[in-house]
């Protein structure tokens, strides 16, 4: 399968715990993006990276947020003393970042629930 | 940063009609413009998407339509089939240029009935 992938496919946590989600974007894809889906929404944009450089963090990615690229592949998407507030769908999608190619291909998502 | 509104939010047909589904964006300087369909529990998928620098694009059952002065586009579907029914997502980048930092409108529930 050469499509983005991303574990787990679900997350139960208890609220305060950490849980960290991993992403593997189509290879050769250099842009790499998060995205949080909550139910009757569509997805809102966390945050993107160019190769291993985090380009930019929305407002929505509180201090508890974390993400990471660290060798321009894969990336994680931490979050610290979970809120019930974060149980979502949490989307990862990559591009390939060339000029008309910019179609971004999602992966299946992590479902986090906060007890 | 950038504005996105979908309309109808549900929207139901029967099977061989015609459903529209239509967006508004307000950054005038976004140049991309895809459509995806999500089913139950499943991932985005790209069905269609146009640049600004053509008024329509059409593939097989699926068109779009772009008007950049009144900035909406909208998803046409013909002679649709049960199998079209899913949750429809427009999108517009926030701040133009080649980010494509994506901002999706609230999606539109499709149901086709046979």
């Known amino acids: 399968d050469t499509g983005v992938s991303q574990n787990p496919r679900h997350k139960i946590t208890k609220r305060g715990q950490n849980v960290t989600f991993r992403c593997d974007p189509i290879?050769?894809?250099?842009?790499l993006y998060w995205y949080r889906q909550t139910l009757g929404q569509g997805p809102e944009f966390l945050t993107y990276?160019?190769?291993?450089?985090?380009?930019?963090k929305s407002r929505l990615l509180s201090d508890r947020f974390s993400a990471e690229r660290p060798k321009g592949s894969f990336s994680t998407l931490e979050i610290q003393r979970t809120e019930q507030g974060d149980s979502a769908m949490y989307l990862c999608?990559?591009?390939?970042?060339?000029?008309?190619?910019?179609?971004?291909?999602f992966g299946p998502g992590t479902r986090l629930l906060v007890l | 940063g950038e504005n996105v509104e979908q309309h109808p939010s549900t929207l139901s047909v029967q099977e061989g009609d015609s459903a529209v589904i239509k967006c508004t964006y307000s950054d005038s300087a976004s140049n991309y413009f895809p459509w995806y369909k999500q089913e139950l529990g499943k991932r985005p998928q790209l069905i269609i998407d146009i640049r600004s620098n053509v008024g329509e694009k059409k593939d097989q059952r699926i068109a779009v339509t772009l008007n950049k002065t009144a900035k909406h586009f909208s998803l046409h579907i013909t002679e649709t089939q049960p199998e079209d029914s899913a949750v429809y997502f427009c999108?517009?980048?926030?701040?133009?240029?080649?980010?494509?930092?994506?901002?999706f409108g609230k999606g539109t529930l499709l149901t086709v009935n046979p």
């Open positions: 999608a990559s591009s390939s970042g060339l000029a008309g190619q910019e179609t971004q291909y």
């Open positions: 999108a517009a980048p926030r701040g133009g240029g080649s980010n494509y930092k994506l901002t």
């Open positions: 290879s050769e894809h250099n842009r």
């Open positions: 990276f160019q190769n291993e450089a985090q380009l930019e």
